[in-house]
């Protein structure tokens, strides 16, 4: 079945350092891509979208590729602040209702 | 986007009570609705999907007896939890999809209720 693989965290980094978060997907069919973001306390919301391959989502300084010859979408972000402390959830949609959700990854930021 | 509210987000009840937790889109009308449950440093379980005026399509091992799921109206959708026990506390979020079919549709996710059975 379909299925979303991310790195494991918490990822632990300092402000302005580069941050990536590898997602691998298995999917049949043609997935669209996401990535949420999950701030303490709070519920989900959207951080960036692809729909289709070679697909770039970017949002706040993230960037996301939708890579279909290895299956990945990897999020970037080039210099972390503080307040991007949060969980970060890949996920694929087929269509239809369901979202598939990755595990999510930790990311602490420090000043 | 669409934006959902939950009520309560934040409860705390007894063992063996009944709680019941509501899921609003304030400006989409939303034939489908989704409950998922969160468990601490953990990924979202899709527990069931909600359709109005009709029943409640539960995934694998989640107890429909259980969790009861009511969508009377295609802005409102409520999940009650049962004679809830404390394995049953956890962050309970729902989310309306923007629609029916694309592949390219996002959801848009309530704030989560977070449960607490002592």
């Known amino acids: 079945g379909d299925s979303v693989t991310q790195m494991e965290g918490p990822v632990t980094l300092s402000e302005e350092a580069f941050l990536t978060i590898n997602c691998t997907y298995t999917?049949?069919?043609?997935?669209?891509l996401f990535w949420y973001v999950q701030y303490p306390g709070e519920g989900l919301q959207l951080l960036l979208k692809?729909?289709?391959?070679?697909d770039k989502g970017s949002n706040k300084g993230f960037e996301a590729t939708y890579r279909k010859e290895t299956t990945s979408f990897h999020l970037e972000k080039g210099s972390v602040q503080v307040s991007d402390s949060a969980v970060y959830f890949c996920?694929?949609?087929?269509?239809?209702?369901?979202?598939?959700f990755g595990a999510g990854t930790r990311l602490f930021v420090k000043a | 986007g669409a934006v959902v509210s939950q009520h309560p987000s934040w409860v705390i009840c007894k063992s063996g009570t009944s709680v019941k937790i509501e899921c609003r889109s304030l400006?989409?009308?939303?034939?489908?609705m989704f409950w998922y449950r969160q468990f601490p440093k953990q990924s979202l379980m899709l527990m069931a999907t909600?359709?109005?005026?009709?029943?409640?399509?539960?995934e694998q091992g989640v107890e429909k007896d259980k969790f009861l799921i009511n969508h009377a109206s295609l802005t409102l959708s409520t999940l009650t939890v049962t004679s809830a026990h404390p394995e049953d506390s956890s962050f309970y979020i729902c989310?309306?999809?923007?629609?029916?079919?694309?592949?390219?549709?996002?959801?848009?996710f309530g704030p989560g209720t977070r449960l607490t059975v002592l």
């Open positions: 989310s309306v999809s923007s629609s029916g079919s694309g592949s390219g549709d996002e959801q848009f």
């Open positions: 999917a049949t069919g043609y997935p669209s």
């Open positions: 692809a729909t289709k391959a070679d």
């Open positions: 996920a694929l949609h087929t269509g239809g209702f369901k979202t598939i």
């Open positions: 400006d989409f009308q939303a034939t489908t």
């Open positions: 909600s359709n109005e005026g009709s029943k409640a399509t539960y």
